[in-house]
């Protein structure tokens, strides 16, 4: 465990995150996992990031040793696509049982390399550690050392049990794991000047192709995506591109920045979803790969293309414009987030809402987005009324948000598209932006609303109107008694990540005189975790005069 | 809405249609102890007797008069006496129902008159009801010989009533369209009951072709309505009618017994299944029982859950009018487009339909239109152009002889409706196309410069 320890240590050091960078030193040895609130925990885990980031590599086995609970509840459970193979889709683990436990697992997991080599021949087999093997002992390094020695395969180790940290941690890990392993180990059978790298795209619903085919037209070789629609010989192969660019998560960025420390491969954070987006993409690539000694022509190419490509999305998406005016879109995402994409909804006519912004001038673009980094988080434990109120609240006729989100408003009745990685629709490039943009509209009019808002016959009031009743009832008591309007406003939970409530921040505030949110965060720790909720904080900063016990504001506020 | 057109083609090529004298039969087979005859030549019979075996996958009772070509020339009274003194002799059956066929409506042959001279012959033969309907092959389909043979049963075989007799406050009844399958009777019938009202249903293929096993032996129909039933139908304080097919029967009930009816042109989707489960409410003034207000929430969720699969999916349908009416217009309600609709009779609701042209005509027809479609929805002759279209194909209506349990496929009620959904939903998602490195490939007219250029790197 110590080299995992040191690893995950490494990882948390990664200088290339910015987020990281803006941390103080005892902040940054504390690492970027936010300790999950025990009871209130939803998120995945290091094996299942691990699992995520890695299991696009299409012709590998992965080999998950664990209980069954690991793999068993969780294979087949992504909609990453393949050009080829499809053996990543074939479930292999351990089983570990209880002798298992008792004796330990190597020897088991020693055999079901040999199986699956003998059976499938796969060019690599990839073994996931999990958290029953990692904590009897099992030493999982050397047993895929012994196996690949005996086997004539690389049998590559990763090393990123389940209860190490989250999802995103382990996204980190696994890109050690193919850093230490597999990157470099093999040589491409031809370079040229336009190979590049794509890190941290996974693939899903087929989304690479919508972009390939801009890349193949400027004659741009995609060596390795790392790792959607990969294969394990482009990974091994991968050191030998001219340029990279890291899509926007920052899920793999030690795998960006630690390709370009050792083999000299610069990199640029970029995405693909909107057409500005990926207009900008696609220059910053050819200009990477000019400066890496591309011909400059290139440039002339890359821009003819983009105008080309630009034209032809928005004459796309013009004849949606007349039935999407006005409709109002609630996006609620941790994932599809670009800015461009909203440019590109707006440019259909669609109007972006968060729960109090009219209209989204670029400030209220930065509270939407203060918002939606909350709302990310919150959205999942929301009730149907709470959601309902939302939305009703934010008067939108539709939400965009993630997959998990998707019954809590369909109960409310509500149309919504899901735009996170379970979604089915690919939304990449200029392509993709149109599509979204259809499959808006096709919700959006789609009379099923109609039918099933109404309420049945026999009842005398709909489940709308009763949350009508029951919303405008809180609202009367809370009007009435300040005291519970003051304690209700208190127990708002502003920080997800550290369980901070709005009192403890307010009380912070009061007692030590803090005025910035860096104090607060300080004092209380709200905002050191994800800090999507630091703009939350500002606000309580800057509107001290409406909630400080006895201001003349007060009781006004408490009201509304 | 829809433009309702005539296929211009001399030639049908792969009928939609079938006859109306089958339809008439199969309206007969609703009925307990019958037998249907054919008046016209052996063919017409055996044709129609082999399409309702491969459909139901059951012994079906259908007789003929055996017209020869000389007794054609002359005229049938013989062959129809003689008909109805043999199944008499037989099969012994309360009741037979006689429909007419292309060649007997040819010649002109006045049945009518026919049975009048029979009755007169033969006294012994009073207590065995005759029904005769007109129902020529060559005008026409399906559905309009049902209807009017249905009509006919009710001018003929229910006992008139003065408007203010006493009414039996449970009984209910039904008159469902040619559509309607077995399964669907059971549903609606559950549904009726549930309020604690009786259905007496007419015709009642619920009893006769739901594909059971009988405890005997019987050479006429088995199950079905009783004549005692359908004489006594004026006593029940109402009539519902499915299908805008059975208006002429319920008016003619309503004409002959006061009893008022309400019609449903369909029983597929959430709206209309309120308004039903409302006026079973209402004719019952029971509370709708629980089982059927979670079937209502079960409906509510599959359409939720199955209007991402639907939204904007373009839709071919081959059906009859009724039927076409009943998928059209849930189709539309789920978020797909009827994208082509082809028809085989005339009808008031075609016009309404939700659609740009709703053709009277033929599989070739449709399968034409059908190009571009994400689902191709007709009975079974539809297979060869699903195929050749290369498109999901849903099996509906009659015949349908390359699937097991016809009878039993039940599209009403918000149960019906509910698993209709859940069925077609799954055939949209097996048929999902899955992306590969072409699906976004740009137009070929731009150029491709830079591919050449890396090729000849």
């Known amino acids: 465990m110590s080299s995992l320890s040191s690893k995950i240590q490494d990882v948390f050091n990664e200088p290339g995150c910015g987020k990281n960078q803006g941390k103080s030193e005892k902040e940054r040895k504390k690492g970027c996992t936010k300790q999950l609130q025990p009871g209130g925990a939803a998120g995945g885990c290091a094996f299942d990031g691990a699992k995520i980031a890695l299991q696009p590599i299409t012709d590998v086995a992965h080999l998950v040793h664990g209980p069954i609970a690991c793999e068993g509840n969780s294979w087949d459970n992504r909609g990453s696509k393949s050009s080829g193979s499809n053996l990543w889709r074939t479930g292999f683990t351990t089983d570990i049982n209880e002798t298992d436990v008792v004796f330990g697992g190597e020897k088991r997991l020693y055999k079901s390399v040999k199986e699956i080599i003998e059976k499938y021949d796969p060019p690599a087999v990839f073994v996931y550690q999990t958290c029953v093997p990692a904590m009897i002992g099992d030493d999982i390094d050397a047993v895929c050392k012994a196996a690949s020695k005996k086997f004539g395969k690389p049998v590559i180790p990763v090393n990123s049990p389940g209860f190490v940290g989250p999802k995103n941690l382990g996204n980190k890990l696994a890109g050690e794991a193919i850093l230490d392993h597999v990157i470099g180990t093999e040589e491409p059978e031809y370079t040229t000047p336009y190979d590049i790298n794509i890190i941290g795209e996974y693939n899903l619903s087929g989304e690479l192709w919508q972009v390939k085919p801009l890349l193949d037209e400027l004659g741009i070789r995609i060596l390795c995506c790392i790792s959607g629609d990969a294969k394990y010989h482009d990974v091994a192969c991968s050191h030998r591109a001219k340029a990279a660019m890291m899509v926007c998560s920052k899920s793999m960025i030690n795998i960006a920045r630690k390709m370009e420390e050792r083999y000299g491969i610069p990199f640029f954070e970029g995405s693909f979803y909107g057409i500005e987006d990926t207009s900008d993409a696609l220059r910053e690539i050819s200009q990477l790969l000019i400066e890496r000694g591309a011909p400059a022509e290139l440039m002339e190419r890359t821009e003819a293309l983009i105008a080309r490509e630009e034209a032809r999305a928005w004459a796309g998406i013009e004849p949606y414009k007349q039935r999407l005016a006005g409709k109002k879109v609630l996006l609620i995402t941790g994932g599809v987030k670009s800015w461009s994409v909203v440019a590109a909804l707006q440019e259909a006519g669609l109007e972006l809402v968060g729960t109090s912004v009219k209209k989204s001038t670029k400030e209220d673009k930065e509270r939407i987005k203060e918002l939606m980094g909350e709302d990310a988080h919150m959205i999942d434990d929301m009730s149907p009324r709470e959601m309902y109120k939302m939305l009703k609240e934010a008067k939108a006729d539709i939400m965009l948000s993630g997959g998990r989100s998707q019954f809590v408003a369909l109960k409310a009745k509500m149309p919504w598209l899901d735009i996170n990685q379970e979604r089915h629709h690919a939304y990449m490039g200029y392509v993709g932006m149109v599509e979204l943009v259809k499959e808006i509209d096709k919700a959006l009019s789609n009379p099923v609303w109609e039918q099933v808002r109404k309420r049945a016959p026999w009842e005398e009031t709909t489940w709308e109107e009763r949350a009508d009743a029951a919303i405008a009832a809180e609202a009367a008591a809370l009007a009435a008694d300040p005291e519970l309007a003051r304690a209700q406003r208190r127990s708002a939970r502003i920080c997800k990540c550290k369980a901070v409530d709005r009192g403890t921040i307010e009380d912070a505030i009061l007692e030590h005189g803090l005025d910035s949110v860096e104090a607060v965060t300080e004092r209380t720790h709200a905002g050191s975790g994800c800090t999507g909720c630091t703009g939350t904080i500002a606000g309580i900063l800057d509107s001290i005069e409406d909630w400080r016990p006895g201001s003349i504001n007060e009781p006004a506020k408490q009201a509304a | ?457």
């Open chain 2, 1 to 457: 809405m829809a433009k309702v057109t005539h296929s211009q083609k001399s030639c049908t090529v792969n009928p939609l249609k079938m006859s109306q004298p089958i339809g008439s039969a199969l309206a007969f087979m609703g009925l307990k102890n019958c037998m249907p005859l054919f008046h016209g030549s052996q063919g017409c019979t055996s044709f129609g007797l082999v399409l309702f075996v491969r459909h139901f996958k059951e012994a079906i009772p259908l007789q003929t008069t055996a017209m020869s070509e000389v007794a054609t020339v002359l005229g049938g009274l013989e062959n129809v006496e003689q008909a109805i003194i043999t199944i008499a002799n037989r099969q012994k059956p309360a009741i037979i129902g006689i429909s007419s066929t292309g060649v007997t409506e040819t010649k002109g042959d006045d049945v009518d008159g026919y049975l009048k001279l029979i009755r007169e012959k033969h006294p012994e033969l009073d207590h065995i009801k005759l029904v005769y309907v007109s129902t020529p092959d060559f005008k026409d389909a399906f559905q309009d010989g049902w209807a009017k043979t249905v009509t006919r049963m009710v001018e003929q075989l229910v006992e008139p009533v003065p408007a203010d007799a006493a009414r039996d406050p449970a009984k209910v009844n039904l008159l469902p369209g040619a559509h309607v399958t077995p399964g669907d009777l059971d549903e609606l019938r559950d549904l009726i009951e549930a309020f604690g009202l009786e259905p007496v249903i007419l015709p009642d293929l619920s009893g006769s072709l739901d594909g059971h096993v009988p405890d005997d032996f019987t050479p006429t129909t088995i199950g079905g309505i009783s004549l005692e039933e359908i004489a006594g139908m004026g006593h029940s304080r109402h009539t519902i009618a499915v299908g805008e097919q059975m208006r002429p029967a319920a008016e003619a009930m309503e004409k002959k017994t006061g009893v008022p009816y309400t019609l449903f042109d369909r029983l597929t989707g959430l709206e209309a299944n309120d308004e039903f489960i409302t006026l079973l409410a209402g004719l019952s003034g029971r509370p709708v029982p629980n089982k059927i207000k979670r079937q209502r929430s079960q409906l509510v969720d599959a359409m939720l859950d199955g209007h991402f699969h639907f939204g904007g999916k373009r839709i071919a349908i081959g059906a009859e009018p009724d039927l076409l009416w009943t998928l059209s217009g849930w189709f539309r309600e789920m978020g797909a487009e009827v994208a082509a609709a082809v028809t085989t009779t005339q009808s008031p609701l075609l016009e309404r339909i939700a659609t740009d042209e709703v053709l009277l005509g033929d599989l070739e027809d449709l399968e034409k239109r059908a190009a571009g479609c994400d689902l191709l929805v007709t009975h079974s002759h539809g297979r060869q152009a699903a195929e050749r279209l290369a498109i999901p194909f849903y099996r509906i209506g009659i015949p349908m002889f390359d699937r097991l349990g016809a009878a039993h496929q039940t599209i009403v009620g918000y149960r019906g409706t509910r698993d209709l959904i859940f069925e077609i939903g799954n055939m949209f998602i097996a048929s999902g196309h899955e992306p590969t490195p072409e699906t976004w490939s740009l137009p070929e007219e731009t150029g491709h410069v830079g591919e050449k250029a890396l090729a000849a790197h």
